[in-house]
Structure formats: structure tokens, C-alpha cells
């Protein structure tokens, strides 16, 4: 391909939009032409440390089949493809992370006009769902996997901390596999709002409760014998909600680290109290497998969740610093409350 395409680049917290030539595929390999790819807390935790170098994020993506590469007439589960085609993409690879955290000039950087799925392991998937509900389901994956690791039971009282998009996802995913009660921790009031609408049966709002006491005490009000929660999932992604959340739970209850995919420092907090005494399984997840995708997939494809009301704001690729910002402090594009942000390309 003789065509230029717009990438978005960062190197240490500076945003620019470069052009670089769209290569024609690898064998084996596709060029997407992207519609949306989303900013994730991954991207946005690695950029408040800031880069050493320059490097193309975006790995939440969905996208036109642009072109295919030699020998490639199916997707990972078997299903014909064709140019023409809109495709989600499991952005991790064997050795470590994947799309989003390579270099730019590859065009393997969700945050562009086109991404070459060229890297080693690549997954993806044709889909005829809406691009807005595409954008999710990477993050859908992590809700999924979350689930999986909690062992969640019919009837279990849940607390999800985070209402963000892995909150919300993870959130959906509890409802589906059986909780009998979910209990959302977050903010601001316009993202429990989101929350209630997925299925929060209560949600406690941080910057109306401040206090971790009161916070940990209205979710015993809302347990059975106010024992606590059966599972907590810690999608926050805040040192602090991690010692809070122990706290949450009851008995032999389960913890779930879901929000710190990047490394946020350390905490200290009594191990004897919050786990040994409490008898607790703890569990934790990195990134999703494949096995995830195929299980979030039909789901997704259904269509009798709302899962794209969950996109709240659609920027250019010049407005990425905007996202980032947004998500970094006030969650406000504006005057508007912000929930996912999703980067347009060009498709």
C-alpha cells in the first residue's frame, strides 16, 4: 500500500500525531482499517509514569478489514473473512504485552487510521457487531476472566470497587454468572448511574462517602447478617481500595485483584487481619486468553445488553491528550461526565 496513515505517538506524557506508510500484510496477517479504539487504564497508568520511549498505544480496538495477507481466509474460530470485514482483536502476545506498546512506525498502535495485526499469536475475530460495543470487548475479556478466577456461586453478595469500564464490565459479568446482589463502590454520581443501569442493586458513591469506615460499613448493612460480601472485585485500580476492599469481605470470602495491571507501588496493610483471620482466597488476573474472547464473544454479539452506552465520548486522534487528561483527574470532557473514552480512527 502506497497510502499514508495518521498514528498517534507519545514519548514521556507528549501526545503527536505522525504520518507513517501503511504496509502491505504479512502473510498470515491483516491491515486494519480502525473505527474505535479505546483508552484503557493500562494505557493510562503507563503514561502517568511516562514513556522512555516513543511508542503507539491503543490495544482495545475494533476495526474494516483493510487487507489480507497470504493465505488468511478465516478468523481464529474459523469463520470466513473478507475485505470489508469488521474485526476485534486480542491485543496480548505470548512474550508479554502486545498491540498498543510497540512501535509506532509499525502501525501496530490502536490510536490510528491503520493497525498491521502482524504480531506473533494474534487473535481476531470477524463480528457484526456495532463498532461502540467492538471497543469492548477486551475489556468485557477481563470481566470474564475476573469471574472465572472469583468461582462465583448462584445467590452471592458482590462488591465491585470501580465504576469505570472494568467495573462496569466486570460488574455485567457477575450478573450474568449468578450474583444474587451487586454492590458498586465509585463515582462520580453519573457513572453509578451506568452501574445501576447494568444491574447494581446499591451503589455508594466515594465523594459523598469520603470516610473508608462509613463506606465499609454501609456494605455490611448490605450483606447477610452484615458478614460481608462473598466476593469483592478491586477494579479501581487505586493502591488504597485494595486494604479497603479486604475489608469488605466476610469469612472465607474471596478477593479478586482485577485493577493494577500496571505496577502502582506498594501497600501496607495487616495480613493477619484482613486475610489470615478472615480465612480469605485470594485471586488475582493478567490480561485475558483466548479462551475469554470465545466466551465474551456470543455474549457480546447477543445484543440484549447495552454494552455501548457504556462508550461515553467519541474523540479524534488530535484530542487524545484531552482523553488522557480527562481520565487522569475529573473524569469531564467539558461539562460532561466521562465513562469510556473511545479514539476514532478513520474507517
Known sequence: MAEMARAVVVMGQEFEVREYPIPDPDPGAIVLKQELGGICGT???YWQHGFTEEKGLGHENVGIVAALGEGVTHDSIGRPVKEGDRVVLQPG???????GFQEPSKLCGGFAEYMHLNLPGTEW??????????????????????????????????????????????????????????????????RLAIGRKFGADVTIDIGEVPSVEERTELVMQETPRGEGADIVFECAGFLSATPEGLGYCRHSGTFVEVGHFVDMGSIDFNINRLLMRKNLSLEAVWASQTSHFV?????????????????????????????????????????????????????
Open 125 to 190: 475475530w470477524r463480528t457484526d457487531m456495532s463498532a461502540e460495543v467492538g471497543v469492548l470487548t477486551e475489556p468485557f475479556t477481563i470481566g470474564v476472566h475476573a469471574v472465572d478466577r472469583s468461582r462465583i456461586r448462584i445467590g452471592d453478595t458482590v462488591v465491585v470497587q470501580g465504576s469505570g469500564a472494568i467495573g462496569m464490565v466486570t460488574l455485567i459479568a457477575a450478573r450474568l454468572s449468578g450474583a444474587g446482589k451487586l454492590i458498586m463502590v465509585g463515582g462520580p454520581p453519573e
Open 93 to 99: 502476545i505470548p512474550a508479554g504485552f502486545g498491540y
Open 43 to 45: 494505557d493510562l497508568h
Open 295 to 347: 466466551q465474551a464473544l456470543p455474549i457480546l454479539e447477543r445484543g440484549d445488553i447495552p454494552f455501548g452506552d457504556m462508550v461515553s465520548h467519541v474523540i479524534p486522534l488530535d484530542r487524545v491528550a484531552e482523553g488522557f487528561a480527562a481520565l487522569n483527574g475529573t473524569y469531564h470532557l467539558g461539562d460532561e461526565t466521562v465513562c469510556k473514552i473511545a479514539v476514532s480512527g478513520s474507517a
